[in-house]
């Protein structure tokens, strides 16, 4: 009679408990639901760290044309493709560079 009793206790022993595996994924949705929006809240903040970079390549750029030519571009233009490729006009979020009085800007 007392091994009968002990298999069924071993029985019950293995594994988890349906209320257990729910409150482990209950708490894994939550870290996933906190964790997603910062990690795409940083993307948009490395895209426009990484295109404020890129305006001042292209201010040098600027500087460099105006030493050799006498003058500032009147357009962005005018620097591909002997100081800028044609991607680098753009940035990689899709925010133009355009020049205006001798200074590079993003043009949203």
Do not use: H, W
Not at 8 to 24: Q, S, Y
Not at 46 to 74: D, F, H, K, W
Not at 78 to 86: E, F, K, S, W
């Amino acid at each position: 009679m007392k091994n009968i009793f002990r298999k069924k206790l071993k029985n019950k022993d293995e594994g988890f408990t349906l209320i257990e595996m729910l409150l482990v994924l209950l708490v894994i949705s939550v870290l996933i639901i906190l964790i997603i929006p910062n990690i795409a809240a940083q993307s948009a903040n490395v895209q426009n760290t990484g295109c404020e970079a890129q305006v001042r390549m292209v201010q040098s750029q600027i500087e460099a044309y105006t030493l050799n030519e006498g003058s500032p571009p009147g357009a962005i233009s005018a620097l591909v493709p002997n100081y800028l490729t044609t991607e680098q006009i753009t940035c990689a979020n899709g925010d133009a560079i355009v020049v205006n009085n001798g200074k590079a800007l993003r043009s949203e």
